[in-house]
């Protein structure tokens, strides 16, 4: 099992793919508001199960240094495995590698926990998507000597 980030039309449209299944058909949030429009200037992240994507997630970097880890989804089969996981801490790698200073995510308010466990911060309630309330939560990049 490996994960893989990119930019390309190919990884875009698998992840839509994943997100469109998790998000649309299973969570009932509407298909309208998962494409945003952000998908060709982000990085996604992929986990396969051999040739198989079996989850994803988005990393939308700004020119100020900050970004946005957003889009986490993993396919039914594979949840409990820890494949969530994985993909977050390729995606904080892959930003502390290209120089990320910080990154915001609206999570699931039940997902608190599970992003504190990274190193993620508890800033406040935001939206409701769909029937889910977000929280906004900061990962603070360690400043490079």
């Not at 199960?49 to 020119?63: E, I, S």
């Not at 970004?67 to 977050?88: F, L, N, P």
Request: with cysteine; charged share 25%; proline share 2%.
């Amino acid at each position: 099992m490996d994960v893989t980030i990119g930019k390309s039309l190919e990884l875009i449209s698998m992840s839509q793919a994943i997100r469109y299944q998790v998000f649309t058909l299973e969570q009932n949030i509407p298909t309208e508001l998962d494409l945003d429009g952000l998908d060709n200037d982000s990085f996604h992240a992929l986990f396969w199960d051999g040739d198989k994507p079996v989850a994803t997630a988005r990393l939308t970097v700004n020119q100020d240094g900050s970004s946005t880890m957003a889009r986490v989804a993993v396919s039914e089969g594979y949840r409990g495995d820890g494949v969530a996981s994985k993909i977050v801490h390729a995606l904080i790698k892959h930003a502390n590698n290209i120089g990320v200073r910080c990154i915001d995510i609206h999570a699931h308010a039940y997902l608190r926990k599970y992003y504190v466990n990274f190193g993620f911060e508890y800033i406040r309630e935001v939206e409701i998507v769909g029937e889910h309330q977000l929280i906004e939560m900061k990962y603070q990049m360690e400043p490079t000597v």
